[in-house]
Nanobody
Framework: QVQLVESGGGLVQVGGSLRLSCAAS????????MGWYRQAPGKQRELVAD???????SYADSAKGRFDISRDIAKNTVYLQMNSMEPEDTAVYYC????????????WGQGTQVTVSS
């Protein structure tokens, strides 16, 4: 059983920064992917950024140049540093883990609210 515990959401002003953290526990294989998705009201959940156990990263176009994803392999923790935040970044952010690298083997955190005020 895999569990994900998120922290770091909150309210920030336009141009400000926030850092999200997500700690994973349970059975996690050496080849895995962790990342962050977000869902704004009335919109579909979308990928923000993810990072493989090998360190390969991918970002949504909206996140490139402003957000940085990193992870601590030993702690099974993934971080999302968000800078130059915009009102459009307001959403519930969900931590995601694929613990085996097998397509469809997905686990989700409970979600953390991020609100950017203008």
């Amino acid at each position: 059983q895999v569990q994900l515990v998120e922290s770091g959401g909150g309210l920030v002003q336009v141009g400000g920064s926030l850092r999200l953290s997500c700690a994973a526990s349970g059975t996690i294989f050496s080849k895995n992917v962790m990342g962050w998705y977000r869902q704004a009201p009335g919109k579909q959940r979308e990928l923000v950024a993810d990072i493989s156990s090998g360190g390969r990263t991918s970002y949504a176009d909206s996140a490139k140049g402003r957000f940085d994803i990193s992870r601590d392999i030993a702690k099974n923790t993934v971080y999302l540093q968000m800078n130059s935040m915009e009102p459009e970044d307001t959403a519930v952010y969900y931590c995601h883990l694929n613990p085996t690298g097998i397509f469809g083997d997905d686990y989700w955190g409970q979600g953390t609210q991020v609100t950017v005020s203008s």
